[in-house]
């Protein structure tokens, strides 16, 4: 089965907690802090390998995680680094963000990788924290959390020309002539449900990669047909090779399918026009071939056509010869985002949410929340006068104090953070 898009859950490693140890031992007076640091929770690598065709792995495997890092140790040892995560998919994948369509990763070289979501830091271990004023610290930092977010990992099929026309044109025809590829041959309309690739070599020695796609009708830019599922597979051919049933055969005007092929490739985002395109006049051999050709150049004079008759292999080197040729002066095509912005290019996407928001929930009373505040506060960690020091200079650091100012908290009023309640108190 081809699969060519899974929606899955990457979880990177959490950062390893720093802990809180003092030194104790024989004729060393005031030995001091020696809490250790926590390690580096694992990333989650995508990986490009050129022996997969489909995502089929990733359908069975919808969560991804990798290892955490361990804690710190005492001694002031670091704690060991968590594992990375290696998922290996196919030349031409590309992983963006399920929210926002953001791509974060694109993978059209072999063995290329690129790391997904990252790990989260390690905690610093009390020894950090060592002053003048406290040389006996009871405090540590906790490991970061690792990113987590759902992403989309699609295939766009990696080929230097793509096959286009209608079902039953004779594309799947073609591609068995030219290449060692053997995809199913039908004559029946939708025979190709999935792209088909195979290698194809010139007469003089030239090679490049074909891809047999899908048969595209009228509103497939609309998601009618195949749709889009064939029309991303084509973004990063080079070449558009169009093959038409000049013959006629299954009741169509060749005419008027090159004008509707040529609108659904024209509405599609992706720019697939401004590819160099052949026309191939397939069928050569049936009764009206002639005659609907000659309509065809009066309709576009401008537009140089190859006669062929594929399931004879007949007409086929003039074709290939010219994909060649268009293949050296033509330079890849970027890949563009759902937000129609090229891959490539740096643009700037919606405003960073702020760090926390302050809302007076009922006369007195004033709500602090936001994400900064998720990661930075944990009701157990305070146990000690110490802990409550070290959490109000915290709080103090983020400009809490002064944002419940501006908010018109006064003292004595009460400040509830995830559900707990403190008093506001001027010093």
Not at 225 to 234: A, V
Not at 353 to 364: A, L
């Amino acid at each position: 089965m081809f699969v060519d898009q899974v929606k899955v859950n990457v979880k990177a490693g959490n950062g390893g907690n720093g802990i809180v140890s003092f030194r104790h031992e024989k004729y060393v007076a005031y030995g001091g802090p020696f809490g250790g640091d926590g390690g580096k929770g694992g990333d989650v690598i995508f990986e490009a390998d050129p022996n997969m065709i489909t995502l089929m792995d990733l359908r069975y495997h919808r969560k991804i995680k990798a290892t955490p890092g361990e804690n710190g140790k005492t001694k002031k040892m670091h704690g060991a680094n968590g594992e990375d995560t290696i998922v290996k998919v196919p030349l031409g994948t590309i992983v963006k963000h399920a929210d926002t369509g953001q791509i974060v990763a694109d993978l059209t070289q072999p063995h290329q990788q690129q790391i997904v979501a990252h790990g989260g830091r390690g905690g610093r271990g009390n020894y950090h924290f060592k002053s003048s004023r406290n040389t006996a610290p009871k405090y540590a930092e906790d490991g970061k959390p690792g990113e987590e977010f759902d992403c989309i990992v699609e295939l766009r099929v990696l080929a230097d020309v793509g096959l286009v026309g209608f079902p039953s044109v004779g594309k799947s025809t073609f591609l068995d002539a030219v290449s060692r590829a053997h995809p199913e041959i039908g004559d029946y309309p939708f025979t190709t449900r999935a792209p088909n690739i195979g290698v194809v070599e010139t007469k003089d020695g030239r090679s490049f990669i074909l891809a047999d796609l899908p048969g595209l009708i009228e509103g497939a830019s609309q998601g009618k047909g195949l749709g889009h599922e064939f029309l991303k597979h084509i973004e990063r051919c080079r070449v558009i090779l169009h093959v038409i049933d000049m013959g006629g055969e299954e009741g169509r005007d060749p005419v008027e399918d090159y004008k509707i092929i040529n609108d659904e490739l024209g509405s599609y985002q992706m720019r697939l026009l401004e590819r160099p395109q052949i026309v191939v006049a397939n069928k050569m051999d049936l009764d009206h071939a002639k005659e609907n050709l000659q309509r065809f150049k009066e309709a576009y004079p401008d537009v140089p056509v190859f006669e062929t008759c594929t399931i004879i292999h007949e007409g086929l080197d003039p074709v290939l010869r010219k994909a060649a040729d268009l293949l050296a002066t033509t330079p890849p095509f970027p890949i563009m985002d759902d937000m129609g912005q090229d891959v490539g290019v740096t643009y700037t996407m919606e405003s960073k949410p702020k760090d926390f928001e302050i809302v007076e929930v009922e006369p007195h009373v004033f709500e602090v929340k936001g994400p900064k505040i998720d990661r930075s506060f944990d009701i157990t960690k305070l146990n000690t006068e110490e802990d409550y020091y070290l959490f109000s200079q915290r709080m103090r650091y983020m400009g809490i104090d002064d944002a419940l100012r501006k908010a018109g908290c006064q003292d004595g009023d009460t400040v509830r953070i995830h559900g707990f309640e403190f008093d506001f108190i001027e010093s």
